[in-house]
Every structure is written in C-alpha cells, then in structure tokens.
T-cell receptor, first 112, second 115 residues
Framework: GEDVEQSLFLSVREGDSSVINCTYT??????LYWYKQEPGAGLQLLTY?????DMKQDQRLTVLLNKKDKHLSLRIADTQTGDSAIYFC????????????FGAGTRLFVKA | AAGVIQSPRHLIKEKRETATLKCYPI?????VYWYQQGPGQDPQFLIS???????DKGSIPDRFSAQQFSDYHSELNMSSLELGDSALYFC??????????????FGEGSRLTVL
C-alpha cells in the first residue's frame, strides 16, 4: 500500500545537526522529496532524490536513501533557529499516472 | 523566478455554497496537482492533470470537480460545501509528469473557511 511515515517531533540545539527520518512502503517510488512548511505558509521544496540514487548533498542538506529498507533521511548541518518548521517527506508513485504522497510531517524545534 | 500562483489566497463561504479555486502553474509547466491540507494534517492528494487530461485521482469528493484549461491553468470547483472542507488547498505544478522531471513546485495555497 501507499504509506509514508515520519516521527512527529525533533528538538535540537542551534549549531547541532538535525536528522529527520522517513520510511515509505511503495517500491514503485520514482522520486522522493523533502518539503519545508513554516506556520501558515506553503510547501517549499528543499531537495529531492531520484530512487536510483543513494545520496544527494546540497549545501547544508544531505539526503540519504536506503532503497532496500525504504528509508529516507534528511540531515541539516549547523541547524539554525530559522530552520524551525515542519518537514514533510513525500514520494512520487508511478501509478499509471503519477501522484505524490506525503508523510505526516516532522516538526523541528531549534533551541537557541 | 515565477512561481505557482493560486487565487484567491483566502476565501470564506457558508455551508452548501460553492467555491472555485484557481491555479496558474509555473510557465511551461504542463502538469498540475491539487492537494488538501486540513489543520495539523499532511497534504492529501486530490487530483492531477497532464496536458489538460486527468492524470490521477486521489481522495477528491464527488462534490468537487477540476479541470485544466488550454493555457494550463487549473480550477478546482467545490459545491455543497461542508464544514469539513475548511482547509488549505495547494496547487503544484511540474514539467511533464513528476516522474519525468522530479521537481514538483507548490503554490502558497488557498485557505478556505466554511462557516
């Protein structure tokens, strides 16, 4: 079935690294995404990874994909208070058409 | 750079009324997706269109309909509104189906409040 799971909360100190984890169930995923949503705002695409890759790095962000375990993680280096937001993991499924399924979101709290 | 434009940003309706939300994709994007995000919830996929044809369908109620026009903008029509329809409605666009390009960009959302 189609399911994306994330832990709901993560709290880190400013300057530390944050690691947000996500697991998905559908092996037909083509792309996997990380979106950031600040209160009352829209979804900001942070980064994405194609399902045949295992790592992608973009400045402070590192995405790791373990396709065998269907596990995706987002590491934010040197976490800042401005990184406080909800982070959604999402996967795009090839269902004949394409649709993107979201996890419940992980709320990241950054303490100064 | 131009982003996905949604209008209106805020809309207040009463029960049983109708509402129409509009989405203008990023220029040259030919695929549009609609999502509904209830309070404290993750975005739920409603429906998508590729080249003006319905591409995929999710949890869209029968009271809702949508279409994509020749200029690739899309409209989501909601009738017989219920209190539970109050949510943030996101539109996203991509070049080709998202499986081709990998990039799915979201608008800021239209917040619908049903009283």
């Amino acid at each position: 079935g189609e399911d994306v799971e994330q832990s709901l909360f993560l709290s880190v100190r400013e300057g530390d690294s944050s690691v947000i984890n996500c697991t998905y169930t559908d092996s037909s995923s083509t792309y996997l995404y990380w979106y950031k949503q600040e209160p009352g705002a829209g979804l900001q695409l942070l980064t994405y990874i194609f399902s045949n890759m295992d790592m992608k790095q973009d400045q402070r962000l590192t995405v790791l994909l373990n396709k065998k375990d269907k596990h995706l993680s987002l590491r934010i280096a040197d976490t800042q208070t401005g990184d406080s937001a909800i982070y959604f993991c999402a996967e795009t499924l090839n269902t004949g058409g394409f649709k993107t399924i979201f996890g419940a979101g992980t709320r990241l709290f950054v303490k100064a | 750079a131009a982003g996905v434009i949604q209008s209106p940003r805020h809309l207040i309706k009463e029960k049983r009324e109708t509402a129409t939300l509009k989405c203008y994709p990023i220029p040259r994007h030919d695929t549009v997706y609609w999502y509904q995000q209830g309070p404290g919830q993750d975005p739920q996929f409603l429906i998508s269109f590729y080249e003006k044809m319905q591409s995929d369908k999710g949890s869209i109620p029968d009271r809702f309909s949508a279409q994509q026009f020749s200029d690739y903008h899309s409209e989501l029509n909601m009738s017989s509104l219920e209190l539970g329809d109050s949510a943030l409605y996101f539109c996203a666009s991509s070049l080709g189906l998202a499986g081709d390009s990998g990039e799915l960009f979201f608008g800021e959302g239209s917040r619908l409040t049903v009283l």
